[in-house]
């Protein structure tokens, strides 16, 4: 159980959007009619199998999208329950984008929708997550 007596403090050094993480990402989120996006290119250092980038970092970046539409729209939260469906590999060096949009809104829960897409829109991976309000 998440304890009401957090405080969420952003120092920059989040994995996927800190900028002053030097090991991280570095993905910039924007909020557009309710929908969060990010674009990117992920490189070698973030491969599983050779020149296919890691499942693990494809399901973070959906986490990361997933809380960040509600934090954009001032309901800070964080995950409770993640669920991720792979669908087609993302190459190392290949264009990408991540979007995500709240899909219902309660009182202490929030669900969420994301989906990494390839510039052809060929869907990499979905994720859905329910989210506790802080």
């Keep these: 159980m998440i304890s009401k007596n957090i405080i969420l403090e952003d120092d920059h050094y989040c994995f996927v959007c800190g900028k002053n993480n030097t090991f ?29 980038v890691h499942g693990g970092i494809i399901s973070t970046i959906l986490d990361e999208a997933m809380v960040k539409t509600a934090l954009l729209q001032n309901m800070p939260a964080v995950t409770a329950e993640i669920t991720i469906r792979f669908r087609n590999p993302l190459m190392v060096d290949e264009p990408a984008f991540v979007e995500a949009f709240i899909e219902k809104n309660r009182k202490k829960i929030i669900e969420t929708r994301s989906e990494i897409r390839k510039k052809d829109n060929t869907i990499i991976a979905e994720g859905h997550a329910k989210l506790i309000r802080i």
């Design 24 to 52: 991280g990402l570095q993905l910039e989120f924007s909020l557009h009619n309710g929908k969060v996006i990010s674009e990117f290119v992920l490189k070698k250092a973030q491969q599983g199998y050779k020149d296919i």
